[in-house]
C-alpha cells in the first residue's frame, strides 16, 4: 500500500507541476504501526495517519496546494477526543525518547546524503582523528550501555576485553538474528537507518584492532538486507568503509552473512558456529568469544540495537547518555509492543519507565477496554507479570527479580480472557521446538515441560503435574547449557508463580 501511494503522490504532483519542488521522501518504520501507513508532511510537521491511496489526491489538492489539513487523516488522541497534528504531541510518542530509533521514519534509509545530514558518520570521523582506541572503549564505558540483545552485558567491557586480547586478527559481529516471534526492533532499525550500525561497527574495529566486519542476519528480512547491501556499497563509495577511511591508516570493511530461522542461532557461540559454516550449536563458555571467537579469533558480538546507540554517545559524551534511565540500566531501551493493546507498535523509552506508562499512556490501554491481565517481557522466554508489578521501573535487574527478563525488547500484553496456561503451552511449544537439543535438560525437559502443558489443557492434568511443572522447570533452567535453555521455562514458572488457581481450575474441573 505504501508503495502505490508513493507512486500515486508521484503522479498527483507531476499532475500540479509540483514534482520539482516537493520531495517525495520513503523512509523507514516510525514505530506506530496501529495507524500505518503514516504521511509526513514537511516542513508544516504533519502527521497523517492510515493514509490509503486514495487519499493521496486529496492531500496533494488539499494541503499542498491550498495549505488546509485534511482534518479525517490526523490522529486523533481517544482520551482528549482531539484532533492533533504533530507527531511530537500525540501520547504514542509524548513519552517516547529516541535514540537508536532516532532516524527511523526521518531520513531515506537508501541515501547516505541524508543519513550524513543528521550528523552521519561524524562520530566515526571524530574517533579516527581525535580519538585513541582506549579512549573509545572508555567512552563507551563511562555511558554505561548494556547489550540490547537479551544479556545487558556492558558493552564497553566487552570491547576492552577483546582489545585486551591480541592478535593481528579480530573480527567485529553484529548480530541480527531477531528470533523472537513479534519482536521487529532490529529489523526496523536495519530498514530504517542502516548506516547508524555499519558506522558502529566501523567504531568497533577501531577500538578492538578489527578490520572485518559481520553481520549475522535472518535471510527472511529481504528489505533490511537490501537496505545494508545499497548502504554497503554507498558507504564504500563515500570513504567510510573500505581502505584508509577518512585517509587514515584505519581499514574496515563488512559482510552480511544469512541466518536461515533458527532461534538459537541469536546465542552468540551458535551464531558464530553458523557464520563459520557449522551447525548453529552454542558451545560452552569460557572460552567466550572476546578470547575466542570467529575462527578462534577474538570476536566482538553486539546486537543491532547495541550498535545503533554508538554514534550519539561519541558525539554527545557517556554523561549526556547516561543521564537518562536507571542505576544499573542507563538509556533507553526498543520494545515491540503487541499483544491486546491499543496502539501495537514499537517504541523506545527511557530505562526506568514503568509497565503502566508503556501499556497505557503510550500503548493507549486494553483493546475494547478490557480488564489488563498480564504482560510478558522477554520474548519466549520471558515472563509473565501480573498487573501488581505495572508500577515497577523496568531495568534489566526489576524485570528479573519479578520473575522475566528484558530480553531482546519483546512486549506480550495479555487480556483477561487470556487463559494463562495456555499462553505458557504455546511459549513451551516454541521453545520446545528451537532448541537445539545439545544438552539433555533443554532438549529432553522442555519436551516434557510441554506434554504435561498439553495434559493439564486437556482436562488430564493432576496435582503432581503441578509439582513436576516447577520442579522440571527449575531444573532446566538450571542445567541448560545455553541462555535458551537457561530461560525457557519462564513462562512457565511464572504463571505457576503469579497465575496457580489458573493451572488449579484446570487440573480441579478436569472432566
Ligand atoms: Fe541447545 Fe537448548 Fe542446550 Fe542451548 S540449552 S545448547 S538450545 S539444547
Redesign the pocket.
Known amino acids: 500500500e505504501s508503495r502505490e501511494m508513493i507512486e500515486k503522490f508521484h503522479q498527483e504532483l507531476k499532475k500540479a507541476d509540483l514534482h520539482e519542488e516537493i520531495q517525495i521522501v520513503k523512509t523507514g518504520c516510525f514505530g506506530f504501526c496501529e495507524k500505518g501507513p503514516i504521511v509526513k508532511i514537511h516542513p508544516d510537521h504533519v502527521f497523517y495517519v492510515e493514509v490509503k491511496p486514495q487519499d493521496v489526491e486529496e492531500i496533494v489538492k488539499e494541503h499542498i496546494i491550498k495549505g488546509r489539513r485534511v482534518e479525517r487523516l490526523l490522529y486523533e488522541e481517544p482520551t482528549l477526543q482531539k484532533k492533533i497534528e504533530e507527531q511530537e504531541k500525540i501520547s504514542f510518542y509524548h513519552k517516547q525518547l529516541r535514540i537508536a530509533l532516532r532516524n527511523c521514519g526521518f531520513i531515506n534509509p537508501e541515501n547516505i546524503e541524508e543519513y550524513i545530514g543528521e550528523d552521519g558518520y561524524l562520530a566515526l570521523g571524530k574517533v579516527l582523528t581525535e580519538m585513541t582506541p582506549e579512549e573509545v572503549i572508555n567512552i563507551v564505558k563511562d555511558s554505561g550501555l548494556r547489550g540490547r540483545g537479551g544479556g545487558g552485558f556492558p558493552t564497553g567491557y566487552k570491547w576492552e576485553l577483546t582489545y585486551r586480547n591480541k592478535n593481528d586478527l579480530k573480527f567485529v559481529i553484529c548480530n541480527a538474528d531477531e528470533g523472537d516471534p513479534g519482536a521487529f526492533m532490529d529489523r526496523s532499525i536495519l530498514e530504517g537507518d542502516p548506516h547508524s550500525v555499519l558506522e558502529a561497527m566501523a567504531i568497533t574495529g577501531y577500538a578492538i584492532g578489527a578490520e572485518k566486519g559481520y553481520i549475522y542476519i535472518r535471510a527472511e528480512y529481504p528489505l533490511a538486507i537490501e537496505r545494508l547491501n545499497i548502504a554497503i556499497e554507498q558507504a564504500r563509495d563515500y570513504g567510510v568503509l573500505g581502505e584508509k577511511i577518512f585517509d587514515s591508516d584505519f581499514n574496515f570493511d563488512i559482510e552480511l552473512k544469512y541466518g536461515a530461522g533458527a532461534f538459537?542461532c541469536g546465542?552468540e557461540t551458535a551464531l558464530i558456529n553458523s557464520v563459520e559454516g557449522g551447525r548453529g550449536?552454542?558451545n560452552a563458555k569460557p572460552p567466550f568469544p572476546a578470547e575466542s571467537g570467529l575462527w578462534d579469533k577474538p570476536t566482538c558480538v553486539n546486537n543491532v540495537e547495541t550498535f545503533a546507540n554508538i554514534p550519539p554517545i561519541i558525539l554527545k559524551g557517556p554523561a549526556w547518555f547516561s543521564r537518562v534511565g536507571t542505576k544499573d540500566s542507563k538509556g533507553t531501551k526498543v520494545f515491540a509492543l503487541a499483544g491486546k493493546v491499543n496502539n501495537v507498535g514499537l517504541v523506545e523509552v527511557p530505562m526506568g519507565i514503568t509497565l503502566r506508562e508503556i501499556i497505557y499512556d503510550i500503548g493507549g490501554g486494553i483493546r475494547e477496554n478490557k480488564g489488563f491481565k498480564a504482560v510478558q517481557t522477554g520474548g519466549p522466554s520471558g515472563g509473565c507479570i501480573p498487573e501488581k508489578y505495572l508500577d515497577t521501573p523496568i531495568d534489566y535487574e526489576t524485570l528479573k527479580e519479578i520473575g522475566s527478563m528484558m530480553g531482546s525488547g519483546g512486549m506480550i500484553v495479555m487480556d483477561e480472557e487470556n487463559c494463562m496456561v495456555n499462553i505458557a503451552k504455546f511459549y513451551l511449544e516454541f521453545t520446545e521446538d528451537e532448541?537445539?537439543?545439545?544438552?539433555t535438560p533443554?532438549?529432553i525437559g522442555n519436551k516434557r515441560l510441554h506434554e504435561i502443558l498439553i495434559r493439564i489443557t486437556n482436562g488430564r492434568g493432576t496435582e503432581v503435574d503441578l509439582e513436576s511443572l516447577q520442579s522440571l522447570g527449575e531444573m532446566v533452567k538450571e542445567s541448560?547449557?545455553?541462555g535458551?535453555?537457561?530461560s525457557s521455562p519462564n513462562p512457565v514458572l511464572s504463571t505457576l508463580k503469579y497465575f496457580a488457581e489458573e493451572y488449579r481450575e484446570h487440573v480441579v474441573n478436569r472432566k
Do not use: D, I, M, W
Open positions: 538459537v546465542e550449536e552454542p532448541s537445539c537439543g545439545k544438552c533443554c532438549r541448560s547449557l545455553c535458551l535453555g537457561q
